[in-house]
Nanobody, 116 residues
Framework: QMQLAESGGGVVQPGGSLRLSCTGSGSMFDIADIKWDRQAPGKQRELVAHITRHYVTNYADSVKGRFTISRDNAKNMAYLEMNSLKPEDTAVYYC??????????WGQGTQVTVSS
């Protein structure tokens, strides 16, 4: 089991930027599929971005061209760079580190609020 901690959330004006970080404990971070999900009030959780162990990325249509997912296996860290933020990006953002048969791990979430 891997402990995860997200950070970097906050309040930002529309058009602003934030960088979320996810730190994982333990080993095997380099074999993980990593995702960032989000959940807005009254809505279902949705996948925002995904990066495989081979650094292949994909994004939800709503964030393509604005968000970038990355990882640094040497530091056991993953990132979500968010630019041109919109009010509809307001949500709790969760980091998911999927180790396959070795376990699926979630962080506690970090709040992102986009408001003027």
């Amino acid at each position: 089991q891997m402990q995860l901690a997200e950070s970097g959330g906050g309040v930002v004006q529309p058009g602003g930027s934030l960088r979320l970080s996810c730190t994982g404990s333990g080993s095997m971070f380099d074999i993980a599929d990593i995702k960032w999900d989000r959940q807005a009030p009254g809505k279902q959780r949705e996948l925002v971005a995904h990066i495989t162990r081979h650094y292949v990325t994909n994004y939800a249509d709503s964030v393509k061209g604005r968000f970038t997912i990355s990882r640094d296996n040497a530091k056991n860290m993953a990132y979500l760079e968010m630019n041109s933020l919109k009010p509809e990006d307001t949500a709790v953002y969760y980091c998911n580190v999927d180790l396959g048969i070795f376990g699926d791990n979630w962080g506690q979430g970090t709040q992102v609020t986009v408001s003027s």
